[in-house]
């Protein structure tokens, strides 16, 4: 079965520009969340859909923005890029309800010039 | 009230020694805890959970241990091998309205198992 995968693996942008990248969850699965993580150090979390609405939200501003397509597939989107938002951006997906597991991708590198 | 505090930042373990990675939590409401393992260039993988329900659980080679009244959680590797190499996460995470999930992670402890 194939797993959560993301697109692109890596990008370079320059600051103030936008990015989206996307993400499609696991067969079966209607619950994504995105995280961002800092070379160093743990994810943080940014966003959960399911069923194309959003059901939680981290501490980010709001220039990051998601949405959840019919699909179960989603984007995340970025604007006004800044340096600091230079990380590895991962999607996970899991099923809904009680503590169910959330499955990662290998997310994509995104580089801020 | 959100973080989990990891330790230690990196560990050095023989070949067939056991590997013990340390989580502390201070939100009470955390109930689920997992741990993943992440190599350089993939997403974290995961490798075994736990509720607070439960002291201990048991998988192959790993164990979690869980002390629900200090707060604590931790992560044994026993006969540590080097294809154990990698960084290890562990999280909480907190059941909100709608059954949404958030992971809250900790820092992340990068093991080195020598040959």
């Known amino acids: 079965d194939a797993g959560v995968t993301q697109s692109p693996t890596h990008l370079i942008k320059t600051r103030g520009q936008h990015v989206t990248l996307r993400c499609s969850p696991i067969?079966?699965?209607?619950?994504v969340s995105w995280y961002q993580q800092v070379l160093g150090q743990g994810p943080q979390f940014i966003f959960q859909y399911y069923e194309k609405e959003e059901r939680g939200r981290g501490n980010f501003p709001d220039r990051f923005s998601a949405r959840q397509f019919p699909n179960y597939s989603s984007e995340l989107n970025v604007n006004a890029l800044l340096l600091g938002d230079s990380a590895l951006y991962l999607c996970a997906s899991s099923l809904q309800g009680s503590n169910q597991p959330q499955h990662f991708g290998d997310g994509t590198r995104l580089s801020i010039l | 009230q959100q973080q989990v505090k990891q330790s230690p930042q990196s560990l050095i373990v023989q070949k067939g020694g056991i590997s013990i990675i340390n989580c502390a939590y201070e939100n009470t409401a955390f109930d689920y805890f997992p741990w993943y393992q992440q190599f350089p260039g993939k997403g974290p993988a995961l490798l075994i959970a736990?509720?607070?329900?439960?002291s201990e659980k048991k998988e192959g080679r790993f164990t979690i241990s869980f002390n629900k009244s200090a707060k604590q959680f931790s992560l044994h590797i026993m006969d540590s091998q080097p294809g154990d190499s990698a960084t290890y996460f562990c999280?909480?995470?907190?059941?909100?309205?709608?059954?949404?999930?958030?992971?809250?992670f900790g820092q992340g402890t990068r093991l080195t198992i020598n040959p």
């Open positions: 736990i509720r607070p329900d439960v």
């Open positions: 999280a909480a995470s907190l059941i909100r309205v709608q059954g949404a999930q958030k992971l809250v």
């Open positions: 067969s079966g699965h209607k619950s």
